[in-house]
């Protein structure tokens, strides 16, 4: 069987479809902003796949995807799709935290003071790292549980028996 590549974008779109600008560019009809959105979306489904792929989560292949009907080969589980999907979000914040690191440089101390902006960024980056270390403690779950049942995987101490 397999799971389609939209199924995984669907579950990572809900996370954002609050942010307008993922969903809205300038000088863009809505058909070609949201064309865009689904192809950075793409790109953060390579990437999630790619990190949790490394991460040694190799129950199946995640990275086995057939680009030209655009599906896994795999049939992937509902807590897979939302390991991806959460994975993806990561990759987006990730492209915000770097883009607050340039808009810092760009602030004189002038413009700190008369717009202050230390706290949202201070927020965001907080944000930021309790999703990073929540896929950390998700994907170290992932990798310790039988895909199909959902259940631990633990030592069998009867083949050590003698």
Do not use: W
Request: some cysteine; overall charge negative.
């Amino acid at each position: 069987m397999s799971t389609t590549i939209s199924v995984t974008i669907e579950a990572f779109l809900k996370r954002v479809e609050k942010d307008r600008d993922f969903f809205n560019y300038i000088n863009l009809s809505d058909a070609d902003s949201m064309e865009l959105a689904l192809r950075r979306a793409g790109n953060y489904l390579n990437e999630a796949v790619s990190k949790l792929s490394i991460a040694g989560c190799n129950h199946i292949d995640l990275t086995d995807i057939d680009e030209t009907l655009a599906v896994f080969n795999e049939d992937l589980t509902r807590n897979e799709i939302f390991l991806i999907a959460s994975m993806m979000y990561e990759f987006h914040l990730d492209r915000d935290i770097s883009k607050l690191k340039t808009l810092s440089v760009n602030f004189t101390s002038t413009d700190l003071r008369v717009f202050d902006p230390s706290n949202a960024r201070s927020t965001f980056i907080e944000m930021f790292k309790a999703v990073r270390d929540e896929n950390k403690s998700l994907i170290d779950d992932y990798k310790n549980t039988d895909r199909e049942t959902g259940k631990f995987l633990g030592i069998d101490y009867a083949q050590y028996d003698d």
